[in-house]
């Protein structure tokens, strides 16, 4: 089993930036992939972004691309969310999820653990 904790979440201003952090613990090693999704009032989940915890490799939504950066620490467990030139509509609660395949994926069934979440609000 694989515990996952978000933190970094807030209030800021739209322009400004966040920086998301989840620390892995318990399985790790099971886990070859990391991604974030992110969940607004009302709406479904959607994919963010997802990494390679071997290879680096990296997959954006198309509606962060250029902005967010997500980034992993290998020696910490850590996996990173970046978010500059954040905008209203990137308010929401941010998950962490862990996946055991090595193939990259967009679609929230194939990740196999999940954190409690942590809320980012964006003012305009």
């Known amino acids: 089993q694989v515990q996952l904790v978000e933190s970094g979440g807030g209030l800021v201003q739209a322009g400004g930036s966040l920086r998301l952090s989840c620390a892995a613990s318990?399985?790790?090693?099971?886990?070859?992939?990391m991604g974030w999704f992110r969940q607004a009032p009302g709406k479904e989940r959607e994919f963010v972004a997802v990494i390679s915890m071997s290879f680096g490799w990296t997959l954006y939504a198309d509606s962060v691309k250029g902005r967010f950066t997500i980034s992993r620490d290998n020696a910490k467990n850590t996996v990173y969310l970046q978010m500059n030139s954040l905008k209203s509509e990137d308010t929401a609660v941010y998950y962490c999820a862990g996946q055991v395949q090595t193939q990259l994926h967009r679609e929230s069934s194939a990740y196999n653990y999940w954190g409690q979440g942590t809320q980012v609000t964006v003012s305009s």
């Open positions: 318990g399985r790790t090693f099971s886990s070859r992939a």
